[in-house]
């Protein structure tokens, strides 16, 4: 009791009345089991109470690593507890990369089922919410489709029964000579008949042959009426230009005529008012104006050649254009043999196609005489009667065998009824159900949507930086909140190869194992993706590591033997038995690794913990 009030001075008041706490149950406990209470218990007790842990605490912001107190415990404790401490050490360990995404149902894990047959819903076996496996049935139609289709089936396999017996019927007859009379006559006529078709072809590919040679000819003769047509185009265009030139020529020699008809003008006016004033002999006058008036014959001649010419060039080109009309004419009357030609080639081809059928039946007809001879001098008998039984037989088998296949088409078994069972075709969960009891359904509307929830997506969005670093099969561990702090491992199975255009991210779809349907579609995940990068880091045992009311701790061993900082950390990449600190440890220090619930439990009777969450920068 003296060592308490002497721990009660040196602590504060929560400090004390938690101690006092302590022993009350310590000495309750003790009361309890009596002497079956352990000494090593009764020791570690005693030295709990031996030396108070010292104060001091300090607060640390949320999401920070930092001391928030000191912790001292005597030597007997520390051997009692076995609280053993080791320096911390460094280990490479593989860089990871913090995302987050949402869950989605597999491609291949969800499908809608649609009934093959529109019906009537008879019975109805699961409803939203069911584990169903593949191939239960879900529900039951009574379809008049599928009803009709098993009475097409059963129709044909009575046919098939039918013809089955008509020809055992037929070979019986057979055999007793029922259809032993010769053939042969038959056999000849045909043969006949055939070789008098090949004959009739054979004609008819000499006159169509006639035919193509007739146009041809025909052709050729109204190829020179282009020809000549064409010639008399070019001359008559000839002529043309000719005629067009000798106006140009015509033009520049009336323009001459004018310019000297103007100039013999000008001379004459002159020499009238020179005649006037006597200042001009007449003889020259006269001289000046019979040259004027040459100079307007010469106009006058220039302006009828131009005239001329023109009419010259009028006519020309209705020449042109008749002969132009002419050989357009001879152009269609060419066309038209060519018409001729390839009708009368159509006629010859489809002669000669006729010839070789009607030959090919000829040999056939011949080897059809020859076989019925021999068979005839041979004594075999032949029934035409039993091949057509076999013939309607393979018939009814054949039609028997698609009757059959469009039942199985409609979902359901040749020679069963009209009720079609719709079945699941995958296992997994009913996720929808649209169809209730006594609904009409058709092909077109699913009535169910089940969803296999034991194979997820998790697509995750990462930024273009860190894209980089990611590749295909590479391991990631995800949480949600929804799975009660499970931790999902899968790998990247899909890299997207765009960024979204709102968030600029990229899509990474990462296969989860979902057992017991943790995960659901829609459910926020977030967690590590672990690169191939590698770097060392300082790594304590996860022994070390305690949790201060959502805080991850470790114990700092100081120089003084027994004390202790109690320290929150960040936590980054696990490992089997060891744990990546990075944020809030040295490299020198030292840490306790074993017995550190007994030091948390000191902590916190002393007050030192802050009440915060830890911030981690992986999983564990």
Not at 168 to 185: I, N, S, T
Not at 255 to 265: I, M
Request: aromatic share 2%.
């Amino acid at each position: 009791m003296n060592h308490l009030r002497t721990l009660y001075r040196k602590r504060p008041v929560v400090a004390g009345l938690a101690v006092l706490a302590l022993a009350a149950v310590v000495v309750a406990v003790a009361r309890r089991s009596g002497s079956e209470r352990s000494p090593a218990a009764s020791s570690l007790a005693a030295a709990a109470s031996a030396e108070p842990a010292a104060t001091g605490a300090r607060t640390v912001a949320e999401g920070q690593a930092g001391t928030v107190g000191d912790l001292t415990v005597t030597e007997e404790a520390m051997q009692l507890a076995e609280i053993r401490v080791e320096p911390v050490t460094r280990q490479v360990v593989p860089e990871k990369l913090a995302v987050s995404g949402s869950i989605e149902a597999g491609g291949d894990r969800t499908a809608k089922v649609t009934p093959r047959v529109g019906g009537k819903a008879t019975r109805v076996l699961v409803v939203a919410g069911d584990t169903v496996r593949a191939g239960q049935t879900l529900a039951l139609l009574e379809s008049r489709e599928l009803a009709q289709a098993q009475a097409a089936y059963r129709q044909a396999a009575a046919r098939l029964s039918v013809a089955r017996s008509h020809l055992e019927r037929q070979r019986k007859l057979a055999a007793l000579g029922a259809f032993g009379r010769p053939k042969v006559e038959d056999a000849r006529m045909q043969s006949a008949a055939a070789e008098g078709e090949a004959n009739t072809a054979r004609g008819e590919v000499a006159a169509s042959r006639n035919e193509v040679a007739e146009a041809r000819s025909e052709k050729a003769a109204l190829e020179g009426e282009v020809a000549s047509a064409q010639s008399d185009a070019a001359s008559a265009g000839s002529e043309v230009a000719e005629a067009e030139g000798n106006i140009q020529a015509l033009q520049a020699a009336l323009t001459q005529a004018q310019a000297q008809a103007k100039v013999s003008r000008a001379r004459l006016e002159r020499a009238d008012l020179l005649l006037k004033e006597q200042l001009v002999a007449r003889q020259e006058w006269e001289q000046i104006q019979a040259d004027q008036q040459r100079a307007e014959a010469d106009v006058d001649a220039a302006r009828a050649g131009i005239t001329q010419g023109k009419a010259k060039i009028e006519t020309m080109k209705a020449r042109l254009r008749a002969a132009e009309a002419k050989v357009r004419a001879a152009r269609g009357r060419v066309q038209q043999a060519d018409a001729r030609i390839e009708t009368a080639l159509a006629k010859q081809a489809q002669a000669e196609a006729k010839l070789a059928a009607a030959v090919k039946r000829g040999g056939i007809g011949a080897q059809a005489l020859a076989r019925e001879e021999a068979v005839y001098k041979g004594g075999y008998v032949t029934s035409r009667e039993v091949v057509e039984a076999e013939s309607a037989l393979q018939q009814a088998q054949l039609e028997q065998q698609s009757a059959a296949q469009a039942v199985r088409l409609l979902g359901s078994s040749p020679g069963g009824g009209s009720v079609l069972a719709v079945t699941a075709p995958i296992s997994g969960r009913v996720q929808e159900r649209n169809v209730t009891l006594g609904e009409t359904v058709d092909t077109e509307h699913p009535i169910f949507a089940l969803v296999d929830l034991a194979q997820v997506w998790a697509q995750l969005a990462v930024t273009p930086r860190d894209l980089p670093r990611v590749r295909v099969g590479q391991r990631v561990e995800l949480t949600a909140d929804t799975s009660g702090g499970r931790v999902f491992v899968g790998s990247v199975s899909a890299i997207g190869s765009a960024a979204d255009e709102s968030t600029l991210s990229v899509r990474v779809r990462v296969s989860l194992a979902n057992p017991g349907a943790a995960l659901r579609p829609g459910s926020f995940v977030r967690g590590s993706l672990i690169t191939d990068v590698r770097r060392e880091q300082i790594v304590v045992p996860t022994d070390a590591i305690q949790e201060h009311t959502g805080r991850k701790t470790l114990y700092v061993a100081l120089d003084k033997p027994g004390a202790f900082e109690v320290r929150h950390v960040t936590l980054g990449a696990s490992g089997e038995g060891w744990r990546e600190i990075t944020e809030g440890l040295k490299g020198s220090e030292r840490v306790a690794v074993s017995g550190t619930f007994y030091l948390k439990s000191e902590a916190l009777k002393s007050q030192l913990s802050d009440g915060c969450c830890a911030v981690e920068t992986g999983k564990e």
